[in-house]
């Protein structure tokens, strides 16, 4: 079955670092990669996606290409801000005439930035 | 506006009992899912809806879990016998476009 493998941390860093979060995933067929991110007390929210090999997801800063090769879809950020503390999941869905079927989550990464 | 209300943000109850976790979304959809989040942990599908019957369900969604419609605006997951395991984060989901799931702000349910 379809199953999403990612980094588990938890990660501590610095303002302004680099930020990379490996993920990798298993799929039958073409699915749709995301990147979910969960801040403290909250609810989850879509941080990117990509739909195709070879698309660049790109919000906030955060980059992700969809590499069908490698199977995997890693979360970069050039400069990390105290404020993107959070969870991040890394996750896939096939989607069908009908729309999304289910998302498969990896199982999160928790990230804390210092100032 | 959120696009998804979950009523109510926090529920404590005692094992045994039952449970109603309710969805609104703020537009008429057809398609909906649930999911949930043992705490720390990550986050696992339970069932989808589609146009008031279940299209997919995982292996927890077992026979204490149920999903209805109950009319036209809101969505409902109902756990029939709650056991301490059930002590989790309760979100629903809605489609966002052709490929994207909106998730609500969801459920926290403490058994104890």
């Known amino acids: 079955g379809n199953s999403v493998t990612q980094m588990e941390g938890p990660v501590t860093l610095s303002e302004e670092a680099f930020l990379t979060i490996n993920c990798t995933y298993t799929a039958t067929g073409y699915p749709s990669l995301f990147w979910y991110v969960q801040y403290p007390g909250e609810g989850l929210q879509l941080l990117l996606k990509a739909t195709k090999a070879d698309d660049k997801g790109s919000n906030k800063g955060f980059e992700a290409t969809y590499r069908k090769e490698t199977t995997s879809f890693h979360l970069e950020k050039g400069s990390v801000q105290v404020s993107d503390s959070a969870v991040y999941f890394c996750?896939?869905?096939?989607?069908?005439?009908?729309?999304?079927?289910?998302?498969?989550f990896g199982k999160g990464m928790k990230l804390t930035v210092n100032p | 506006e959120p696009e998804v209300t979950q009523t109510p943000s926090h529920q404590v109850t005692q094992m045994g009992q039952e449970v109603i976790l309710r969805c609104v979304p703020i537009s008429n959809h057809l398609y909906f899912y649930w999911y949930r989040q043992i705490l720390g942990q990550k986050v696992e599908f339970l069932v989808s809806?589609?146009?008031?019957?279940?299209?997919?369900k995982s292996e927890i969604f077992d026979d204490q879990f149920s999903v209805e419609r109950p009319d036209g605006s809101n969505f409902t997951l109902k756990i029939r016998s709650t056991k301490l395991e059930d002590s989790a984060m309760y979100f629903c989901a809605i489609p966002r476009g052709t490929d994207t799931q909106y998730f609500g702000p969801g459920t926290r349910l403490t058994v104890l």
């Open positions: 996750a896939l869905a096939r989607i069908t005439q009908g729309g999304s079927e289910k998302l498969v």
């Open positions: 809806f589609y146009n008031n019957e279940i299209s997919e």
